[in-house]
Each structure stands twice: as C-alpha cells, then as structure tokens.
C-alpha cells in the first residue's frame, strides 16, 4: 500500500491498510486512520492527526507551518476528522499560539481543488469548499455550509451552519445560518430554502425561518431590537433558536 518512491519519516503512525502514493512525503508526529489514501506528491507535515477513510489527492499541503509572521516554531496542530475529500492542491495550515494552537477539519467534508484553510481556522461537517475558496486565519464554518468558488472569507469571520455564499464572495463579516450571501462586498440574498429542503427541514421549519429573515432583513430593525423578536420566534421553532445564539456570540457585525 506504500509506494516505494514515498518518503514517510520512521516516526509517523499509519494505519495498516493507508495508501500513500507515489513521491508524496509524511513527517513525523503525524497520525493517519486506517483506510485514508493518500495521493501522489502530497506532503504532510506534523503535528497532525487525520482520521479514517479520507482521501487525500496529488500535490495537496496538508499540516505545514502557518503562514503568519508570528509564528515562531510553537507545537500547534491540525486535526482532520473522518471521510473527508481533499483535492489537488489544497493548503491546509496548523494553528498557532494566538488562536486556540490547532487548526479542525471535521467530518465528511468536500474540499475542491486550490483551496486554502489558513491557521486556526474551524472546520464543521459535511460542508462543501468550492475550487479556489480561502480562508483567513481563524475563520469558523458551521456545519453543512456551502462556500461557492473563489469566495474570500476575512480572518475571525464566521459562516454559520446551513448558509450558502454565491461564486466570487467577499466576505469581511460574520454570515448567518441558513442565509444565502453574495457579491464583494457579500450582501444578504434571502435564505438558503434549497440546501433546507434537502436536508430535511420541515415545511413549519421553514416558514419560521422566512418569518426570522424577514425580521432580521427586511423591517428596517437595528440588530438589537431584531435579537429581541427573534427571541421571541425561537419560544416555538429551535431553527431559529440556533440562529438567535448565532447572532448574540457575533463580534464582527454581520452580512446584511
């Protein structure tokens, strides 16, 4: 399962049944989960961990230094959850003293091509990267959120779960869950309705979150007062409830 022309350092932990490919090379302090492929010419540097049944493709930098000028050599990490897709050429950097020492990738994430996930940067599951998507340092993204291609996401913004950015985002502001956002910079384009339906949202959910859109972009309200009815709304739907506590942790302002 390794090919010969692979250099994987003595101290790296592989599971019996990985797949390392040709020319790729693996560090060590690095850990990989039984039934993860690694492509050829990927490098993978530690301290990293990454779980099981991944596939990593060809030319992809996985676990390198954090690409910030204060770094200075500290033990970070990156983990990377289970099943995950990363394609050709995707960057993924450890975190650094400044954030929380580590940079997440979760589980059943799909991560096209020449994407970049900097340092500390927090990675839910099931979200889908799109080819060319970066993110800056410390950037979260929720669960099951989709980044259309070429979309750029300021450091310390966060993109809430379920929420949806249109090719070419700009994003220097934190993104609601379930909205749809687009342009440079990103506007606010109503609710993320399709990727609800197909995950299973029901018919009452929906319609609550509409009401909570509304409210939140269309009565004019200052964030605060739009907080207080949307309390309100959360009494008898949890959707909503998730978006309330989305928007009381909120420090950058939000897309609107």
């Known amino acids: 399962m390794i090919h010969p022309t692979a250099v994987i350092d003595p101290a790296a932990e592989l599971a019996e049944d990985v797949s ?24 993978i540097n530690g301290p990293a961990s990454i779980g099981c049944q991944n596939r990593i493709f060809q030319f992809a ?16 990490r990156l ?9 050709e ?33 927090q990675i839910g599951d099931q979200t889908v990267f799109a080819n060319n998507a970066s993110l800056a340092g410390h950037v979260s993204v929720g669960d099951y959120a989709i980044l259309g291609g070429f979309t750029l996401v300021h450091q310390f913004c966060s993109i809430g779960p379920h929420s949806l950015t249109a090719f ?6 934190d993104v ?13 384009h ?4 399709e990727g609800l339906r197909r995950r299973g949202f029901s018919e009452e959910s929906r319609k609550a979150l509409r009401k909570s859109y509304r409210t939140l ?17 959360a009494k008898s739907c949890a959707e909503v409830g998730i978006l309330v506590e989305f928007l009381e942790q909120q420090s950058r302002g939000i897309v609107r």
């Open 89 to 121: 050429f995707v960057t993924i950097n450890r975190g650094t003293v400044q954030g929380e020492g580590v940079t997440r990738l979760g589980d059943d994430n799909w991560i096209m091509a020449y994407v970049h996930i900097a340092h500390d940067c």
């Open 20 to 43: 390392v490919g040709p020319y790729s090379v693996i560090e060590a302090n690095v850990t990989i989960g039984a039934g993860t492929d690694i492509g050829p010419h990927v490098v």
């Open 79 to 87: 983990e990377i959850g289970d099943r995950n897709t990363i394609r």
């Open 61 to 76: 930098s996985i676990g390198d230094e954090p690409q910030d000028k204060k770094y200075a050599g500290e033990q970070t």
């Open 168 to 173: 070419g985002s700009g994003i220097s502001k």
């Open 217 to 233: 972009y269309r009565e004019n309200l200052s964030l605060q007062d739009a907080l207080t009815a949307l309390r309100e709304q």
């Open 190 to 193: 109503g609710l993320n309705m």
């Open 176 to 188: 609601p869950p379930y909205v749809t956002v687009g342009g440079t910079p990103a506007r606010a």
